[in-house]
């Protein structure tokens, strides 16, 4: 975030310049590319909707996490624990009203209807959408200052007393006001740092471990995650701490003043919250 | 009918999502979007052959490493009379038939294949649905027969007729030359120290490590060297392509 000048502190109310064109771009691009792949990932999961970990991974192989179902019912089997999830996950009800023995249902996949093949052109192919925006992004932010200026965490933040306090002030809805509310606060600064230095990359790499001809060009991405199978893991953990990510994300957004914050997103232009009296 | 704000704010988030969800379906069927999502298998292509090259080896495992299981997948038993009566006879009358666009074609038996230098490789085998396997296959470097065969430089494909069929279309696959010269691409007569079962696709099939499993065609009776995939099937270079729009190129 940038203040246009650095003049006396704007007072809240004031309309200042908040987010860099290159954070807003990626931001946007990203938000529809991030909704494809996770969809068009949910598809390409309900043509084997089991998990391992190791390096084969088969239907006679023990599961670590499947979805299924019986003549009546869906299930999440977790370890040895079956939760019962008829209607959503396992046997849901199409648009026609038609029941289906699916791991995701409809309205969370693309396409909507069973195709591994249209899922896979659609993932794979938004997947360089989400690699070369990401890499572009990280260049960038890593040499006009978006990192070290707004991201990392300052002297001081990552104290125990600061992180308790920040927890404190989200759990009683109370944000920042007046030009306090421009930086992020350092539980904002982890989840972002998290999911663009951690999670994303994470994605992206144990995408790339299931690939055979990436295996065959980057050995090292087989030793570091463990196989094929736990790669195939790690990437649906990473992608539902990525989906709760936005859920949180967009809560935030809710809570903080929606108008406000995605008007900020869009031209730059964000107003002070008002200090509270 | 008394409409609340909550009743609004779900219906209108459903009916928004079900807009979206309906837009991607219908974009997903145009086929302007389609050839634009088909340049990431085009990208895909260009950026692996040229991170791996030639040469980079799929990983190959340890005898400890091995599926308890093998798992056999797509047709497990040809229906044509004439794999039947190869079958029945134990493949001794069976040639493996090598043309096209080669000066010397070749028919070879099962035991002259069996016969020239054997490679046994531990590898995976990923299937495109997700699962994986590894088993130890033993057969004979595909390049090293297309040597005997004397490629003609015209040629760019190597196209696998294969014996079984889904509802009358037959199987069929094809590789490029650099898969096809590959030292890890072999045509298989063997799997966990054993003849070939026919589930895994007897008498022999074809393994090309770096790709996903669809590629790996089974039953395979003629390989014919070819300078476009355009005269097989629908065009797309493989059963699966031609129906239901697989990858080509199955690196990933």
Known sequence: MILSEQQPSPAGGTLVRRHRLSTRLWHWINAVTVFVMLMSGLMIFNAHPRLYWGQYGANADPAWFSIGSDATRGFVAIGAVRIPTTGVLGRSKDPGGQMQRRAFPWWATIPSTYNLALARRWHLAFAWVLVLGGLGYALRSFFNGHVRQDLAPARGELSPTHIWHDISNHARLRFPSGVAALKYNILQKIAYLGVLFGLLPLVVLTGLTMSPGMNAAWPWLLKLFGGRPSARSIHFIAMALIAAFIVVHLLMVVLAGPWNEVRSMISGRYRLPKERA | ?252
């Open chain 2, 1 to 252: 009918m008394t409409i609340t704000r909550r009743k609004l704010i779900v219906g209108l988030g459903a009916s928004t999502g079900g807009l979206l969800l309906s837009g991607c379906d219908r974009l997903g069927q145009a086929p302007r979007f389609q050839s634009l999502l088909d340049l990431g298998e085009k990208l895909t292509y260009r950026v692996q052959r040229g991170l791996s090259g030639r040469t980079a080896l799929a990983a190959e495992f340890s005898a400890a490493d091995m599926s308890p299981v093998f798992r056999s997948n797509g047709n497990t038993m040809p229906r044509s009379a004439d794999y039947a009566r190869h079958l029945a006879g134990n493949f001794s009358d069976w040639r493996l038939v090598i043309d096209g666009l080669v000066d010397n074609p070749l028919a070879l038996s099962l035991a002259e294949l069996r016969s020239l230098p054997t490679r046994t490789q531990i590898t995976r085998h990923d299937c495109v649905e997700g699962w994986s396997a590894i088993g130890k296959w033993h057969g004979v470097a595909l390049g090293l027969l297309l040597k005997k065969a004397q490629l003609r430089s015209q040629a760019r494909y190597l196209v696998f007729h294969c014996a079984d069929d889904f509802a009358g279309t037959n199987y069929y696959e094809s590789i490029d030359l650099i898969d096809g010269f590959h030292a890890q691409t072999i045509l298989a007569w063997g799997l966990n120290d054993r003849t070939l079962p026919v589930e895994n696709g007897a008498p022999l099939r074809l393994r090309v490590e770096r790709q996903l499993g669809y590629k790996h065609a089974k039953y395979v009776m003629r390989v014919e060297a070819v300078d476009s995939l355009r005269g097989f099937g629908l065009g797309k270079g493989g059963y699966w392509e031609d129906q239901v729009n697989y990858e080509w190129y199955a690196g990933i």
